[in-house]
């Protein structure tokens, strides 16, 4: 699995207006790792972020799969 970088970052600028901290901290995962993540600079595949990042999804009522490819 992977993330979707570009619907991610669409979903933080739409909610968390562009905030990437805002929404790294709503979904429970440190900051700087995940602007690493959305900047290409850390692999994009962590279980803890796939994971945490469904958890969001649910609460939200969103489509975890608009967010993340599946095998």
Sequence with gaps: MKLNIKAINELIDTE???NVSWFADE?????SYLTMILNGK???DSAKVINNLC???KKKNLD??????LP
Aim: charged residues 30%; glycine residues 4%; proline residues 0%.
């Design 55 to 57: 958890l969001y999804c």
């Design 27 to 31: 979904i429970g995962i440190n900051r």
């Design 16 to 18: 968390y207006r562009s």
């Design 64 to 69: 975890y799969k608009k967010y993340i490819f």
């Design 42 to 44: 850390q692999r994009d």
